[in-house]
C-alpha cells in the first residue's frame, strides 16, 4: 500500500519560498527556470528513501562511537571531470583510506561521497574582476561555465538538468564500483601496500605491516573474504540550489515522508545556514540525514537553536555537525559548543571538516591549504572531544584521487612554487591522492592511540 503525503507536508515543502534564500543564482530567464524545475520533478529519483534510512542507523553508530565516517571528494564536481577514469580514481582513494581508518579505528568506516550532486558553490563575491573585467562568479557547474566570459558566467538553468543526468551517471559508476567487485578488500590492502612501499611514506610502514598481519590472520581464520568483495557507500552534497533539491524531492510511498532523492545525504553550508532561512527550513521538512557546516565563529546558541530548528525530536543519526574552524582556532572555539549541545542531551554525529577554516593564498597567487594545517585540525578535534568524553566521529575532507599539486606539504613536500603545475580545482584546493592517503594513515595512528589510551 501506498502512503500519500499530508496537505501540510506537501505545503512545507515550499515553505523556503517566502524566505530569504542566500547564494542563489540570479537566473536571467524566469520561465527557463520554470522549465527546467518542471523537467526534473518528472524524473527518477536518484536514491531510495530506505537507503538514506540505512545512512542514518549507520550515523547513529557513529554517533555514539560504533562507527567512523569518512566524507570526501571534490569541493566542486564538473560536468568535463565527470569521466570513467576520474570517478574510479576518486573511489579508489575513499577506498583506500577507509580501510586504513577502519584498522585505526577498530569499528566500521561509512564511507561517503560528496559527489553525484555537489555541482553548486557558495562564493564569498558575487562577483569575479580580472584585470578590466568584472563578471558573475563561478557559482557551480549547476548554474554557470567557469570560462570568463559573459556567455559561460551567465546562469543558465537548463544546467541543473545536465547535473542531474551526470549525477546519475556517476552515481551508476559508483554503485558499480562498490557492488561490482572492484572495492574487494583483498585490491583495496593491495593498493594500499604499494602506496606505503615508497620511501616517502616509510613512516607509515609498521602501520602497513600490522594491516597486513591482520589480513592474514583473518585469512587464517577463514574469514570469508567474498562477502567483503562489496562496500556500502553512500552520496552526499551540500543542498544549495532549492529549485534543484526541491523538484527532486520525493514522498516515500512507504511512510508519506518526503525525502531529497538527489543524494543520500545533504548539508546545508557555514553561508546559508541563517536561522530564519530557506536552507535551513527546507532541510528541516525533508527525512534524510542533514549535515550543517559550523564556522569558527558560531556561538553555542546558535548551535543549540540549528539542533532544534533541524531535529526537534532528536531523531538518532539524523544530524551531523561538521566542525570547520581552522587548526588555530579549533581548540578555542570547539569546546563550548559541544558542552552547550551535550549539556542539551543531544548526540550529534560531530565531524571534522579540516579544509574550509584553513584556506589561504600562497606566495604564488593560488587558493590553498597546508597539509599540516588539515593534520593540525583533526589532532584538535580529537583533543576536544577525548578531554570532554563526547565521540569525534568522522572527518569531511576535499579530495581527488588525481595527482593535483593544490594543497602544499605532505611528505611529496608540495611547495608554494610547485603549485602551477597541476592546479585544476575550480574552487577549493583538494587533498590528492598521496596526500589523501597519509592524513589516513595519520588519522589512523591518532584513532588508534586514543584506543590504546582508553
Ligand atoms: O567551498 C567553499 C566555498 O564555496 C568557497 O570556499 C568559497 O570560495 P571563495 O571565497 O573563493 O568564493
Ligand atoms: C562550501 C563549503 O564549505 P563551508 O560551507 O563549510 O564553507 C564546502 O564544503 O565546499
Ligand atoms: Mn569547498
Known sequence: MSIDATPEVLAGLDAWRELPAAQQPRWPDDGARRDAVATLATFPPLVFAGECDVLRTRL????????????????????????????????????QMAAVLTYGAGVPVVKVGRLAGQYTKPRSSDTETRGEVTLPAYRGDMVND??????ARTPDPTRMVRAYHNSAATLNLVRAFTTGGFADLRHVHSWNRGFAANQAYSRYESMARDIDKAMRFMAACGADFDA?????????????????ERALTRIDSRTGLPYATSGHMVWVGERTR???????????????PIGIKLGPKTS?????????????????????????????????????????????????VWVSDPMHGNTHTSSTGYKTRAFDDVVEEVRGFFEVHDDLGTVPGGIHVELTGNDVTECTGGSLHI???????????LCDPRLNHQQSLELAFLVAEMLSTRDARG
Open 228 to 244: 567483503m568483495r562489496t562496500v556500502e557507500f553512500f552520496a552526499s552534497h551540500e543542498a544549495l540550489l532549492l529549485d534543484y
Open 300 to 348: 553555542p546558541k546558535d548551535a543549540l537553536a540549528l539542533i532544534d530548528k533541524v531535529d526537534p525530536d532528536r531523531v538518532p543519526g539524523r544530524l551531523t555537525l561538521i566542525t570547520r574552524m581552522g587548526a588555530g582556532t579549533i581548540r578555542e572555539a570547539l569546546p563550548a559548543i559541544v558542552e552547550a549541545v551535550t549539556a542539551a542531551g543531544h548526540t550529534p
Open 60 to 95: 547513529h553508530d557513529a554517533a555514539e562511537g560504533r562507527a567512523f565516517v569518512l566524507t570526501g571528494g571534490d569541493c566542486a564536481e564538473t560536468f568535463a571531470y565527470a569521466t570513467a577514469d576520474n570517478i574510479r580514481d576518486r573511489i579508489k582513494t575513499i577506498l
Open 146 to 151: 567557469f570560462d570568463f566570459t559573459l556567455e
Open 415 to 425: 611547495a608554494d612554487a610547485d603549485l602551477e603545475k597541476r592546479y585544476e580545482t
Open 274 to 288: 541563517q536561522l530564519d532561512g530557506a536552507h535551513l527550513d527546507f532541510v528541516s521538512r525533508i527525512h534524510n
